[in-house]
């Protein structure tokens, strides 16, 4: 039973929603946090009430440590690991204590808009590397490097969303993900890999992570309970080298606060030591890889020619190139005119204009008659204007 | 009933924690908020699950607003006001956006030391303005400001705890107030008014807050729950001019994120709605003033000559200045052999040294027997060091 709801924020009450990154209503775990929340009733932990450990909850650090290390054999110890507050929370925290105004970071064209904002708001100069089929262009990067290299401007970080991208639904390759971590030894600067979609993996295999492959150096990784539990906790994880945790945990606004969500934190550990967390997971992959599956017979049935677009092995988003004559800005007025609202590209280039003919399209959010009526309308749209 | 309970981060088991500015573990409304999870528990709203409004959990939002104006007739609007996870993730967001490495920030001294850490932590410089018993003094204020003009550098803001301040207990008096605000006013700068602990007043009266003495102009005035509810909830709040809090509701991390613990914020709401906080607060009151009036009569009763303290109208904090003849080093080590653990004064500075005769003693944490030894203790260890 849930009370009355109404559309969360930016989704117009009515419409096709095809941009919404969210995770469906009828996906999250409602009942099962009201589960959780029945069995913690008897015995609320004080814990969960007062300001808490830095680091973060200590029972959700052991369920996360014990996890990550048997399903990839990390090795990784308490020492690095901490609870955030969201992947958003971690990624903020990362931009203010690693970089000041004016200083450079690598991000892929197309990236995760949200964290171009953030990485905005922090007056952080944007270098953008093409990306292909198996993640962002070796040679960019290198020439990339170079450029900065001789400016004497090393970049900071390079910021990579690796599974399942945000916008593309794209996967970096393990022999690009080799290639970078050497490039980032060669030239000194820290990898961020916000791997939030990887628990949503529909593939048997993927690459290991950059973390994995670096061997735990000079590699940040993010992850989130957001995508496969619920947004509204604001939860995740931050992996990293143990002196760069230590760092963060010592910051300020941590010991001011009193580590993440400690409520959240401790409510979460209860709902995963059950059991329930990586139960719902699995009935979540099956609810995902439905929902991309209707997107993509959609899409074959509903696009005219001289479009492409990705096939995602995980995740929540597609991503669309529209043929050469067809302007997404034009499609994006012609289709909200027809209730049907999508990510417009323009927005996760750091230069706009070399967004003018992509889309992303989320399955996560739209039930299946949703997704088909969308592209349906979509299909018809680009064939008026590419005709 | 609560579950096995540990102490909280910092605290030595088995010692006096005078430093420990957290609210005691038996003032925390356990039975509460269990009763507000179970009268939420047949209709889980929806809106606490997903990602939230930018500006925060819209129920939170208006009952806020509903208690600030009809306390304090601020004729502010939901433009106004936003929810903050915490005033800790409030002061983190202010920095990060209103600065940038190498900007000044005027602060009291004594300031709050975990707000210096998140000033430091952002590159900033840091000015010192002496208290008196009223507050900054103004002539040092002028001054300050002079110099900077001069050099071009103003200030980005001015941090203010203003209700019993931490670590002083200090008040800042109306007329000071009044001062400030003109200074703000021609020299252009903005007040961050830290204002977590007006809602713990145990006189009857309190100045208005500078927010409302400015007419909302340029001043940011954050509020929290940590204080009267439950630090581990993350939960606060921001007031501000209208154009500044848009500004800040549309920043990266709330869009990455989808504003402030959503799912804390609507269980909240649901708490405040009840009326379980207000009778939480006024019952709270009673205790803490109970608690305070304990440590001061400790400490007449357990102190030798040469020593003064404040005497705060509400609050955690009380600030004791040591006799000339005892560095504060060396009674926490003395101290800290009998298990007596206080705020050393020397982070409270920007520059350390002038905290060098001077403790914090917070009365919040410790029930009235530990509060009464633990003066005690400090009493006799003083008195050993001024001989």
């Known amino acids: ?31 099962g946090i ?90 952080l100069a944007l270098r953008a590397l093409p990306i292909d089929d198996e993640g962002p262009r070796l040679d ?29 639904g794209i996967t970096v390759s393990e022999a690009r993900r080799r290639a970078i971590i050497e490039l980032s030894n060669r030239y000194d600067f820290c990898i961020v890999e916000d791997d939030v979609y990887s628990d949503l993996r529909f593939a048997d295999w993927a690459p290991p992570s950059f973390y994995a492959l670096a061997g735990g150096e000079n590699v940040l990784r993010l992850g989130s309970f957001s995508k496969t539990l619920a947004p509204g906790l604001r939860l995740g994880w931050l992996l990293g080298g143990s002196r760069q945790i230590a760092e963060f945990v010592k910051s300020g606004v941590l010991r001011m606060g009193g580590g993440a969500n400690p409520f959240n934190a ?7 030591q059950s059991g329930a967390w990586q139960a719902h997971v699995d009935w979540l ?27 995602p092995a995980g995740g929540y988003f597609i991503w669309l190139r529209l043929p050469d004559a067809v302007d997404v800005d034009e499609l994006e007025r012609r289709a909200q005119a027809q209730q049907v609202y999508f990510a417009n590209g323009r927005g996760f280039f750091p230069e706009p204009a070399k967004g003018a003919h992509f889309l992303r399209l989320s399955y996560s959010y739209l039930p299946p008659d949703d997704l088909r009526t969308g592209i349906a309308i979509l299909g018809s749209l680009i064939a008026q204007l590419a005709a």
């Open 285 to 311: 992959l099956g609810q995902y890889r439905a929902r991309r599956d209707v997107a993509l017979t959609a899409l074959a049935a509903s696009m005219p020619g001289g479009l492409s677009w990705t096939r």
């Open 266 to 272: 401790a409510l979460v550990a209860e709902y995963c």
């Open 1 to 31: 039973m849930t009370g009355p709801q109404s559309a969360p924020q930016g989704i117009v009450a009515g419409s096709i929603p095809l941009f919404a990154g969210h995770p469906a209503p009828e996906l999250l775990p409602v009942r």
């Open 140 to 168: 960019a990067l290198a020439a990339e490097l170079e450029r900065l290299a001789a400016k004497q401007m090393p970049p900071r970080f390079y910021y990579v969303v690796p599974n399942f991208q945000n916008p593309s």
């Open 34 to 123: 009201r589960h959780a929340l029945a069995a913690w009733d008897g015995r609320l932990p004080l814990r969960a009430f007062n300001y808490g450990d830095e680091q973060g909850d200590p029972q959700l650090l052991d369920f996360l440590l014990a996890r990550l290390n048997a399903a990839e054999q990390l090795g990784i110890g308490r020492e690095n690991l901490m609870i955030v507050p969201g992947s958003a929370g971690g990624l903020a925290m990362i931009t203010r204590l690693l970089t000041k105004a004016g200083d450079t970071v690598l991000v892929d064209a197309p990236s995760y808009r949200d964290a171009l904002h953030i990485f905005r708001d922090q007056g």
